[in-house]
């Protein structure tokens, strides 16, 4: 499935130049923060001059808004894409949660970025990625009131179970790789039995 953001992400750029400014950004961001990072260092790293940004990308706001929403971006369509609307419930929780771990946990920096940079961007900036948040958010919740009504899942709150199996895999991209959880995939493994737990999810039958 097509994320409806798609139009939008690539009204930020998608010329090689652009990206390869997004992905030193990112880089930059993640690892001295938003705020003590320079666009004049953005070009630097890239060999470039500073006006050589400004075509691309006016202001550093904007640049991080670029890389924050096309990194939301890419998570939503990874849920899209791994949501098959035909398969149960329970299948369907453990497709999309997976996803949604692994991808924090191999786009690290970009989440990083994505996830806790958001008070940097403008009001204007912020509402639109906050609705990509809730279109996120949304897809957990259709799932698991789907479980709930077919008799899959038994949830105390459908609203705290979402912002608990977001907050969680979100956080991932703090932390990931560990000394204990170095593989995305086990460690997503764990993640879904844990939100099969949250949800109070009917035992898989052998």
């Keep these: 499935m097509d994320s409806p953001l798609s139009a939008l992400v690539s009204e930020l750029g998608t010329s090689k130049a652009a990206a390869r400014i997004r992905a030193a950004a990112v880089e930059m961001f993640a690892t001295q923060g938003y705020s003590s990072t320079t666009t004049r260092q953005i070009a630097a790293s890239l060999d470039l001059s500073p006006g050589a940004v400004y075509p691309h990308y006016k202001t550093k706001e904007s640049l991080l808004y670029a890389t924050s929403l096309e990194g939301h971006h890419a998570v939503l369509t990874a849920l899209f894409d791994a949501d098959d609307e035909s398969a149960p419930a329970s299948q369907r929780l453990a497709a999309t949660v997976t996803a949604f771990v692994t991808w924090h946990a191999d786009h690290s920096a970009a989440a990083r970025v994505a996830q806790y940079e958001l008070r940097s961007l403008s009001p204007e900036h912020y509402e639109i990625i906050a609705d990509v948040r809730r279109a ?48 995305a995939d086990a460690l997503a493994a764990i993640y879904v039995e844990l939100v099969r737990g949250m949800v109070r999810a009917s035992p898989v039958d052998d």
């Design 136 to 183: 996120t958010s949304r897809v957990f919740h259709r799932i698991i009131d789907a479980g709930t009504a077919a008799g899959e899942f038994h949830p105390v709150d459908v609203g705290a179970a979402v912002l608990a199996i977001t907050s969680l895999g979100v956080d991932v991209s703090r932390w990931f790789p560990s000394h204990a959880y170095s593989d």
